[in-house]
């Protein structure tokens, strides 16, 4: 058996763990799953989930993060989500059950639908969210996800670590706002969906 090492990592929400194989996880985009149910499209996520502490699993570009409920203890939950990473990556197994990996919407398709009058806004506010505010969000094992822009409105989701965690409120409004209105003048709030 291939000798593999996975790392962990804290994340600012203490029920986050963010766990780095050593090499790529998802080609592109990030994908969320907050249940059980989400989970079926990803045999990965289903062993993970059938764990019965674990909340939420989020895939990024190199990494895993592993949500874990209330009261559980990550010195009992970590040794078996290791386990289960390694089995996966040593064996190479798909991410994704082969007829879900189509089954994933693509982000675009729900958002809230722009005013095409405001497309220079729009693309102003998405190359900001990746250029600026998705780098740092990934760091903490989470990603935001543009979701639209109406009225002065900016309409972001929060994914991974990201979406529970006490401090993403306040990352959303004051980090994201401020620097949204400073570079957009057009912006006057950003909302979680």
């Known amino acids: 058996m291939a000798h593999m090492l996975i790392e962990t990592e804290a994340t600012p929400n203490p029920a986050t763990l963010k766990f780095l194989p050593g090499r790529t996880v998802m080609e592109a985009g990030t994908r ?43 010195r009992d ?8 990473l390694l089995d996966h990556f ?37 190359e900001l969210i990746e250029t600026r505010v998705r780098p740092a969000v990934a760091n903490d094992g989470g990603d935001i996800v543009y979701r639209g822009f109406d009225a002065g409105k900016v ?3 929060m994914q991974g670590a990201c979406s529970g965690c006490p401090s993403s409120t306040a990352t959303l409004k004051n980090g994201i706002e401020q620097l949204l209105k400073y570079y957009v003048p057009e912006v006057t709030e950003v909302r979680a969906v």
Not at 47 to 69: E, K, N, Q
Request: net charge negative; glycine share 8%.
């Open 155 to 157: 309409y972001l989701q």
């Open 32 to 74: 969320d799953f907050a249940s059980p149910e989400e989970a079926e499209a990803s045999p990965l996520a289903q062993a993970l989930f059938g764990l019965g502490d674990v909340t939420g699993v989020f895939f990024g570009r190199d990494f895993i993060s592993v949500t874990i409920a209330p009261g559980a203890e990550w």
């Open 90 to 126: 040593v064996a190479n197994m798909p991410l994704f059950h082969a007829a879900a990996a189509g089954f994933s919407v693509p982000a675009e398709s729900q958002d809230f639908g722009d005013n095409p009058e405001d497309a220079e806004i729009v693309a102003q506010i998405k």
């Open 77 to 84: 939950a970590k040794p078996d989500i290791l386990g289960i």
